[in-house]
């Protein structure tokens, strides 16, 4: 091993792009220090365990996100605004192999998020939501993208890649006895850009028909 410098930013850039290769699945701290052309203690100065570089990876990917996904400028209404942050979350976690698995559950290691989340939550609140119902709002649609972008990398890890086993003509043929279930299968594994879309609509609706804020 050679003695290069590393310092946060460095190994979760690695870590990132190492995860493209491997999934979260193979990142190791070994194979991230393997990577950097150091020996595996010398992570530990910098993160404590591997969920600790995963808040930061996941944190980095919010703040690329920042950079780079957001309108600007931002929409005014707070469904449009709601709309426009999880497609490009959604967006963001696609860049990269298991993204959503690292995302979920981070605890972000800045406050990059803090003026985001105070504007819309602004916004929500001028239009007529209380705090708390603005809260779960928002907690409620962005566990449709994790969810939605975790099913969606396991059929398609990175984009133009698809796992065995989810050729869409094979599961028909397999299910040819129950046609409905054989042709819902073109829709299930596919038309991903559209369903998201469509689904994030569905959750703003309801939204607005459970507190009567439009």
């Not at 990577?35 to 365990?49: N, Q, S, T």
């Not at 930061?56 to 931002?74: C, F, I, Q």
């Not at 879309?197 to 028909?209: H, K, M, P, S, Y």
Request: hydrophobic share 40%; glycine share 10%; net charge negative.
């Amino acid at each position: 091993m050679g003695t290069t410098k590393i310092d946060r930013a460095r190994v979760a850039d690695t870590a990132l792009r190492l995860l493209n290769e491997v999934g979260l699945d193979g990142l190791t701290l070994r194979a991230i220090a393997r990577e950097l052309d150091v020996k595996a203690p010398a992570l530990y100065w910098h993160f404590k365990d591997k969920q600790a570089l995963l808040d930061e990876m996941a944190t980095v990917m919010y703040r690329r996100m920042l950079d780079g996904d957001l309108p600007d400028p931002a929409p005014r209404g707070w469904q449009e605004q709601m709309v426009a942050y999880q497609s490009a979350l959604r967006g963001a976690l696609l860049r990269y192999r298991d993204g959503a698995k690292v995302y979920s559950g981070a605890r972000f290691t800045g406050t990059d998020h803090a003026d985001g989340l105070e504007a819309h939550l602004r916004t929500m609140v001028d239009a007529g939501f209380e705090l708390w119902q603005a809260v779960r709002a928002g907690v409620t649609v962005n566990a449709y993208t994790m969810g939605f972008v975790t099913e969606e990398q396991g059929v398609q890890p990175m984009p133009g890649e698809r796992r065995e086993g989810y050729d869409v003509d094979e599961r028909a043929e397999r299910l040819r006895s129950h046609p409905l279930a054989a042709a819902a299968g073109a829709e299930i594994f596919g038309n991903y850009d559209e369903r998201f879309e469509d689904g994030l609509w569905i959750v703003v609706a309801g939204i607005e028909a459970r507190y009567g804020v439009s």
